[in-house]
């Protein structure tokens, strides 16, 4: 079945970029999103991508996918202290109904 | 909009005791899921709704687990009886199909604790 992973800690220090990485499995995903959870909540989209795009940029985020490789990426400028959550790889297909998360990967921001 | 609303957001029960989590999807949504959270396992899609139909329940651990969604507002997901490996948080979430998209807005979740 589809799988989705992503390594599951990475810090950072106040200031630098982040870069979150994920790999899937299922070349036909279409869809491809980054969530965030904060300590106590539920999980937040942050940011999604078609498949037929290479690259998205949204304020401090920076998507990028490489469909060959079937590789997807989260850059955060400028991280801040705020930052600090899990992030959450996902993907789904046209006319699939589920989207299949990654475990996480819990961004720790050194002030 | 007030968002995927869950209750209660704690629940602490015994083990062997019935255990009912409630949810509210986003007025309009016509997709609904469970899902569990655990340290050990991550993030699980337990069963999901279209429509107030359920389309899979393939990952409801067992018999015990059961999830039903009687009109487009409102589901619940009970366990009975409860055990200690059920502790964890359950998460709803609804998501809206157009354009092909399918993100889900969570619920804040509901953290169980089974003594």
């Known amino acids: 079945g589809e799988d989705v992973e992503q390594s599951l800690f990475l810090s950072v220090r106040e200031g630098d970029s982040s870069v979150i990485n994920c790999t899937y499995t299922?070349?036909?995903?279409?869809?491809l999103y980054w969530y965030k959870q904060e300590p106590g909540a539920g999980l937040q989209l942050l940011t999604y991508?078609?498949?037929?795009?290479d690259m998205k940029q949204d304020q401090r985020l920076t998507v990028l996918l490489n469909k060959k490789d079937k590789h997807l990426s989260l850059r955060i400028a400028d991280t801040q202290t705020g930052d600090s959550a899990i992030y959450f790889c996902?993907?789904?297909?046209?006319?699939?109904?589920?989207?299949?998360f990654g475990a996480g990967t819990r961004l720790f921001v050194k002030a | 909009d007030a968002g995927v609303i869950q209750s209660p957001r704690h629940e602490v029960t015994e083990m062997g005791q019935e255990v009912t989590l409630r949810c509210k999807p986003i007025?309009?949504?016509?997709?609904l899921f469970w899902y569990r959270q655990t340290m050990m396992r991550g993030l699980e899609l337990l069963i999901y709704?279209?429509?107030?139909?359920?389309?899979?329940d393939s990952g409801m651990p067992e018999d015990r687990f059961s999830a039903k969604m009687p009109n487009a507002s409102f589901s619940t997901l009970k366990i009975q009886p409860s055990e200690p490996r059920d502790s964890a948080v359950y998460f709803c979430?609804?998501?809206?199909?157009?354009?092909?998209?399918?993100?889900?807005?969570f619920g804040p979740g509901t953290r169980l604790t089974v003594t």
């Open positions: 979430a609804s998501s809206l199909t157009g354009a092909g998209r399918y993100e889900q807005y």
């Open positions: 299922d070349s036909s995903s279409t869809y």
């Open positions: 991508i078609f498949s037929n795009m």
């Open positions: 996902a993907v789904s297909n046209t006319g699939g109904f589920k989207t299949i």
């Open positions: 007025s309009g949504h016509d997709y």
């Open positions: 709704f279209n429509n107030n139909v359920p389309i899979d």
